[in-house]
T-cell receptor, first 115, second 110 residues
Framework: KAGVTQTPRYLIKTRGQQVTLSCSPI?????VSWYQQTPGQGLQFLFE???????NKGNFPGRFSGRQFSNSRSEMNVSTLELGDSALYLC??????????????FGPGTRLTVT | QKEVEQNSGPLSVPEGAIASLNCTYS??????FFWYRQYSGKSPELIMS????GDKEDGRFTAQLNKASQYVSLLIRDSQPSDSATYLC??????????FGTGTRLKVLA
């Protein structure tokens, strides 16, 4: 079974621009979560989508948004980029139900650099 | 108090020894507990899941859970240099909000 895929893998943007990242979950998985990982803050939860609905979100400003499509693929968007947004953005998929179905499998990540 | 606490390390153990990684969490409603391994420059990889109090063994890995003490640990027996990585603890409750510890960096010395 194919794993989680993320595109693009690397991205360089300028302050003030916006960016859209894409994630395709494992086939059959309906939940997609997004994380930001930086050396100083570790893995920070952005939001989680299940069946096209956002079920929970972390403590990030409104510049960070996401959506999920009917085929479970998900995108996240960051508007008005700041230098501090430079990070590894990880997507993880799970079946999305209870207990064991919380097991999340991560994609390879998108490395975003803001200059 | 942080939601998930782990000693950042590095925890250095000689090859062949037992590595013990610990994690405490604050959310009492946490139901599922996961350990992830992350090699430098790579994404996290799920290595263990535990849902009930007690021990769960999988090969050289043993996860231990004590919900009353809000404590979960990971033991790695016969540690190998290839086990050198950062280990992330992730207790998860019913809110679909995933909180990860900052991880413990393990170094296995050959």
């Amino acid at each position: 079974k194919a794993g989680v895929t993320q595109t693009p893998r690397y991205l360089i943007k300028t302050r003030g621009q916006q960016v859209t990242l894409s994630c395709s979950p494992i086939s059959g998985h309906r939940s997609v979560s997004w994380y930001q990982q930086t050396p100083g803050q570790g893995l920070q939860f952005l939001f989680e989508y299940f069946s096209e609905t956002q079920r929970n979100k972390g403590n990030f400003p409104g510049r960070f948004s996401g959506r999920q499509f009917s085929n479970s693929r998900s995108e996240m968007n960051v508007s008005t980029l700041e230098l501090g947004d430079s990070a590894l953005y990880l997507c993880a998929s799970s079946m999305g139900g209870w207990a064991s179905t919380y097991e999340q499998y991560f994609g390879p990540g998108t490395r975003l650099t803001v200059t | 108090q942080k939601e998930v606490e782990q000693n950042s390390g590095p925890l250095s153990v000689p090859e062949g020894a037992i590595a013990s990684l610990n994690c405490t969490y604050s959310d009492r409603v946490s139901q599922s507990f996961f350990w992830y391994r992350q090699y430098s420059g790579k994404s996290p990889e799920l290595i263990m899941s535990i849902y009930s109090n007690g021990d769960k063994e999988d090969g050289r890995f043993t996860a231990q859970l004590n919900k009353a003490s809000q404590y979960v640990s990971l033991l790695i027996r016969d540690s190998q240099p290839s086990d050198s990585a950062t280990y992330l603890c992730a207790p998860t409750g019913g809110t679909y909000k995933y909180i990860f510890g900052t991880g413990t960096r393990l170094k296995v010395l050959a």
